[in-house]
DNA sequence: AATGAATGAGACTTCATTCAT
DNA sequence: CATGAATGAAGTCTCATTCAT
């Protein structure tokens, strides 16, 4: 797994070879294939494992008694902290994703709109009790945040001059303001 | 190239077979090298098209005497329109970026930085002027805000409620309130 | 044609491309297909060239009434001399004779053994009259000797320490004194 | 391999394609590529086989003690009568060696430069001690002698009146008479 | 006489996957 | 559990040659 994550994350999935990730792992084809049994098996667990930890961790976040804008900021700063935590991963996530056969697409697809749900529901919630401005369609200001996350890993260097803490801060921090009325 | 980009959008480049792009546009395999030496050079050709359009409008946009806020408005506006004018040649440009020869992928790498250094620039010149809040370091927002732009081809659809424009405006609103101070 | 020579002799017939031939003499693909119907007319004509004269000058020593030993050191040094003086389309002809279509090929074995057969009935001469040994076969002499001579274009060097001149009179006193009873 | 060689032999390397010998190996073109990497390794093979035998029964020669006169005809007839044994390799080995790769067409030659050089020495050392003729020069020699064996495969039938012992024998007087003072 | 776009067959090679051992 | 040889389909690209202009 953690070869096919490095591999795929460098090269793209598309163009890493199976026997590449089994002699990165040290195993044979014949043997991931024991324990894979496809190529894309691979992919999907990457998306698998992904996904539950950020659902989790957001549905903690939305269903405690914080103020909405804490809400807000807490979830921000958790995505971009284990986006940042978990680079490949997020690289392959997001850069694979129309690799994925239809079933496992749709799948994926759904967790997201999930978790994208949720997360307008807190900003209409916001609108409707003043928090927020509602000029912007909630949904729109979802995907405009989120689009920036998935970037992350384009640009992002843990040898750079930025803390993940401190990306993950002022990500939330622009997303608050631009939401503020 | 038509039938190129159409095809890369909906299955990637590594799995768009060039057959099929002949087929597509009618032609044969070999007609197609005649013009196209490799089956990356289709690719590239994309990225010229799009960078150098966007290039030249939001350098002239920088260079007009317009105030600080509205120069990048209009910036972010027009990125945003040309995206979804173009979009299938967006959704190529940011999903297969990672399978270019290093060569290729360099120099395309290099033109970004360029954009982005100048929209880097005026958000600076705003920070020093006070139009902009100065808390959050300029190269940031400035990926940031791309980075949002650069997801749009994975959720905006033209049947959608949502026009280019409406899109667009809503967009540069977000990146400008986002901003200020 | 020059520009067909060299890139044979560099690179083999078959590893070299029309195209590159066309370009090397600064015409066209179209315009090399005018004058000649097929790539290998290309091959043939070096094969003309090359065998004409050599045949005509072996001959005319044949013929003349020098001694039996002066008229094979001229066989022998003409055959070294304009070998080395037209060294690619020699090269070009030991190496690319596999590759010619069958009724060519037999042409030119045709031509050659009318060659051979010309020397092979020298030294049989010379053998009857006690000029040259017995205990060899004189068939298998020629093929020796010419053996030889086929080899020159794969070591020998302009520019190296032997001279045209020199390698032919070594070459024809070597076949002479193997030949000495 | 064996059909590899037959099929290069007869129609030389560049015409063979390797559908054609993985049929007459009874294998698919797959399992062939399981065992060789790229079709000129088959190429390669040939060279590494034909070269360590001769290379080998060279040496074990030069190093006896046997008169240096026997020592030069037992090399020429061992390379005759091996190279007859393996006609076919022999013909790929001098046909082909141009369209090999740069860098084992490099190993190739230093490894035959080392066969000449070694028989070069034998001839100066018999030079000096007067059993050759000094008037010319070694390596010029033994350029001519090898040169003979190597057309071998060219004229050279199983079925002919020539057994492989007899060429082996006439080609060694042949060398040995033409070297005598 | 010349161009150069176009063809179509075929070349080498790769690779996900299977399966006997 | 694991191996690794083998498969078979497909992929990218090359190239001699033709032909309308």
């Known amino acids: 797994m953690r070869a096919a994550i490095t591999l795929f994350a460098r090269k793209g999935f598309d163009a890493t070879p199976v026997r590449e990730i089994a002699d990165a792992a040290g195993v044979t084809t014949g043997a991931l294939y024991h324990y894979f049994a496809t190529k894309e098996d691979l992919l999907v667990e990457v998306y698998r494992q992904m996904q539950g930890g950020q ?9 405690s008694d914080l103020p909405l804008r804490e809400k807000l900021h807490a979830i921000i700063s958790d995505v971009v902290e284990s986006t940042i935590a978990d680079l490949d991963e997020a690289v392959v996530f997001f850069q694979s994703f129309h690799l994925l056969s239809p079933r496992v697409r749709e799948m994926v697809r759904g967790e997201r709109r999930g978790y994208h749900d949720r997360v307008k529901a807190l900003i209409e919630e916001g609108q409707r009790e003043g928090t927020f401005r509602s000029d912007v369609p909630a949904t729109l200001a979802v995907s405009y945040h989120f689009g920036a996350v998935h970037r992350l890993g384009l640009w ?26």
């Open 55 to 63: 659902r989790l961790r957001m549905e903690a976040i939305a269903d």
């Open 156 to 181: 992002y260097h843990p040898d750079g001059p930025l803390s993940a803490e401190e990306v993950a801060r002022h990500f939330a921090d622009l997303t608050l303001s631009s939401l503020t009325p």
